[in-house]
């Protein structure tokens, strides 16, 4: 619990100072060790103080955490760049433990749940308005139910500290509190800070807590909570992950099944979609799944519910993009994340009816492929030019003939290309006004049609998952009839691997499923195009890159042992 009583012990100030660019709240920041008495007897202050503590909400899903290509690269999504980070490296090949795992979860969100404790303990003496006051301590409640769900998916349940601020002087309780302690907590957080904020935000205030953000975790919640990692169906089932016992049991997942789970998870996504304030982007007119692509390059749009403020920027650009366009390549897809995609008629590519050519084997494929990876002779513009050219993958005798090749660049033959502007290089001008979304409507309308499967059958699944498969640019998008629930809950599982890729979700996803030893024991692989001298296609070479190993320890965090040494009260998860 080191960083749990580090966080208690200390309370650094942080000021977000606002701008009135047009990249909104966060557009600057700076940092400045004033004292609380001080901070909260101006309204300027206290209200960048809460500013401040949305400047790490991104953290745990972003694509560059541990340095090497975050969660994408812990899962069957990608290979890393190096193996410098235990963390993700240990996830990938099944030998993560307490002493090696990263501590930034535990560290990031505890130190900003005090940070809203103190906020909150000092708001009523703040010079504002009655009415501000209350949409700013809803604001905040919401923040702070979004970092202890992120301590929840990672470690299951965790200390729930209240609205105490303590000191270093004070006696600290450590113990964890059960699974249902913690989603019952959130859910009632988010449900109260929605009676309070608006439906959604707009203007200077985009990017800020709305009604909208907490229905829409409020519903990921329920749904992680319904999943069979926590609420296992299975006949005689009394630990959820099959090796917890005593204490450990109600501390990660429910002690009993309940399909009234699956009901409260899809009535939570309904109420999102009720609202009526969000839409996917759909574009099939200028290019089938357009609408895919163009809404992560644009800040503001019907799409994104919850989203990381980012003034204009290359980031992701500078992470996921090749050497030859002035990066390195975040993570490298694997062949088996590609080989995923369906065919344009919404065919696997292993089904006879298929009109797929594994001698070309990027055409007639679900559009959005194009848009999530980029292959050999992919093209994209350069830092001294907006003239889109080939980047060469393919090797001759072997050999890589450029930065990009594989075995120079990627280590698959892949590069990421998800959620990157076409228009956006790094080293240069070219900047996007993207911001990284945390929860968009699709994956609600997926959370809805997951959570209505399980719990009434596939009748109602049909339609969001359609939504979806129609703005992909799927010709037809429409979905077999007399699906049986087993298999409407494959097409939902594929939806979101292909729907979702590289935001964050697949590694937890696949935990939730308890499909760990399914998905993640695989040998990855890459493809080798080779070439002649000319150019000319000689065929594909399929190269092993990575076993990946699992162990059900793996489908929970480890809690840093740094922090379980702290005190004797703080229980350690399963087989660590």
């Known amino acids: 619990m080191k960083k749990l009583y580090n966080l208690i012990f200390l309370c650094t100030i942080g000021l977000a100072v606002f701008s009135c660019k047009k990249d909104g709240f966060l557009g600057q920041t700076q940092t400045s060790n004033l004292t609380e008495d001080v901070v909260f007897k101006d309204s300027v202050n206290a209200t960048a103080f809460l500013t401040n503590i949305y400047t790490s909400i991104g953290f745990s899903e972003i694509g560059n955490r541990f340095s090497n290509g975050g969660l994408d690269v812990a899962s069957d999504e990608a290979e890393p760049y190096d193996n410098s ?45 009655d009415v501000t006051k209350a949409e ?59 009676q309070t904020l608006p439906v959604t935000q707009s203007g200077l205030l985009y990017g800020r807590a709305s009604t909208g953000a907490c229905l ?36 990660v997942g429910y002690t009993d099944y309940k399909a009234s789970r699956w009901e409260d998870a899809a009535k939570a996504a309904e109420a999102v979609i009720n609202l009526g304030a ?28 919850w989203q990381l403020m980012r003034p204009s920027n290359q980031e992701l650009e500078n ?14 897809p694997y062949q088996e994340f590609v080989d995923a995609f369906e065919t344009s008629e919404g065919l696997a590519i292993t089904d006879p009816k298929a009109q797929y050519d594994p001698n070309n084997p990027y055409a007639g494929r679900d559009p959005r492929l194009e848009y999530s990876i980029i292959h050999d002779q992919s093209t994209y513009i350069t830092n001294t030019s907006l003239n889109q050219t080939p980047i060469n993958i ?70 969001p998952i359609q939504k979806i498969r129609m703005r992909a640019g799927l010709n037809p998008y429409t979905l077999p009839a007399g699906l049986s629930q087993a298999d409407m809950r494959k097409v939902i599982q594929h939806e979101r691997r292909i729907e979702l890729a590289f935001e964050g979700h ?13 998905t993640q024991t695989m040998q990855m692989t890459g493809l080798e195009v080779k070439r002649n001298g000319s150019g000319a296609l000689l065929g594909y070479n399929h190269i092993n890159v990575r076993k990946h190993g699992f162990k059900p320890a793996l489908y929970l965090w480890p809690i840093p042992t740094s922090e379980v040494a702290k005190s004797p009260l703080t229980v350690q998860n399963p087989g660590y």
Not at 91 to 119: E, L, Q
Not at 140 to 145: G, T, V
Not at 319 to 332: E, K, M, N, V
């Open 319 to 332: 992470i996921y993009l090749p050497p030859s366009r002035g990066a390195r390549g975040g993570g490298f």
């Open 216 to 251: 829409a975790l409020k519903a990921r919640v329920l749904l992680y909570a319904a999943s069979p990692l926590f609420n296992d169906p299975s006949p005689g089932s009394d630990t959820p992950l099959g090796i917890a016992n005593g204490d450990q049991k109600a501390l």
């Open 394 to 463: 393919y090797t001759v005798n072997g050999l890589g003939v450029g930065v990009d090749a594989i075995y120079a660049g990627t280590k698959t033959g892949y590069y990421s290309k998800k959620m990157l502007d076409p228009a956006a290089v790094p080293n240069s001008f070219n900047v996007t006004e993207r911001c990284i979304p945390l929860i968009r409507y699709a994956e609600v309308l997926l959370n809805y049609a997951e959570a209505i499967n399980e719990f009434e059958g596939p009748a109602k699944a049909y339609e």
């Open 278 to 305: 969000y839409s996917l982007v759909v574009d099939n007119s200028t290019a089938p799944g357009y609408g895919f692509q163009y809404v992560f390059t644009k800040r503001v749009n019907t799409e994104y519910i």
């Open 506 to 518: 697949r590694f937890w996803d696949v935990r939730r499923w308890k499909l760990g030893q399914e």
């Open 85 to 129: 980070a235990t963390t993700t490296i240990g996830f990938a090949n099944g030998s993560v433990d307490a002493n090696t795992v990263s501590g930034d979860a535990y560290d990031k969100c505890y130190n900003n749940i005090r940070a809203v404790n103190v906020f909150l303990k000092h708001l009523p003496q703040t010079p504002l308005k």
């Open 136 to 194: 700013l301590k809803a604001e905040a409640r919401f923040l702070r139910a979004w970092y202890y769900s992120i301590l929840l998916k990672h470690y299951g349940g965790v200390a729930l500290v209240g609205d105490t601020v303590y000191n270093y002087t004070d006696k600290i309780d450590a113990k964890r509190n059960t699974f249902e302690e913690c989603v019952n907590y959130i859910v009632s957080e988010c449900d109260a800070a929605a």
